[in-house]
């Protein structure tokens, strides 16, 4: 089991910038990529961005191209999502995933085993 835990949420003006991290513990031998997801009230879970936690490939939304980076940090177990140029329909509570993944399954929610409870993005125009 995989525990994660999210931070870095919080509520920023339009065209702004976060980073959220995302720390995980327990029994990780078995994990091969890390994602973050998002809800927004009324809407779908989607894909933000992941991350191939054995390597270095990275794989990014369509929703946030150009504007998303993701990095890892292995000796702290964490990941990071740096979002950039924030728009209100950024707003949403954002989740860390780790799992057994394969790539091609990369952007689905239902391939990771693993979930933390999320941290809130609001964005203000």
């Known amino acids: 089991l995989v525990h994660l835990v999210e931070s870095g949420g919080g509520t920023v003006q339009e065209g702004g910038s976060l980073r959220l991290s995302c720390v995980a513990s327990?029994?990780?031998?078995?994990?091969?990529?890390m994602g973050w997801f998002r809800q927004a009230p009324g809407k779908e879970r989607e894909i933000v961005a992941a991350?191939?936690?054995?390597?270095?490939?990275?794989y990014i939304g369509d929703s946030v191209a150009g504007r998303c980076t993701i990095s890892q940090d292995n000796a702290k177990n964490t990941v990071y999502l740096l979002l950039n140029n924030l728009k209100p329909e950024d707003t949403a509570m954002y989740y860390c995933a780790a799992g057994r993944v394969p790539v091609s399954y990369w952007s689905i929610g239902a391939a990771y085993s693993s979930w933390g409870r999320g941290t809130q993005v609001t964005v203000s125009s």
């Open positions: 991350i191939y936690t054995r390597g270095t490939t990275t």
């Open positions: 327990g029994d990780t031998a078995d994990t091969n990529r």
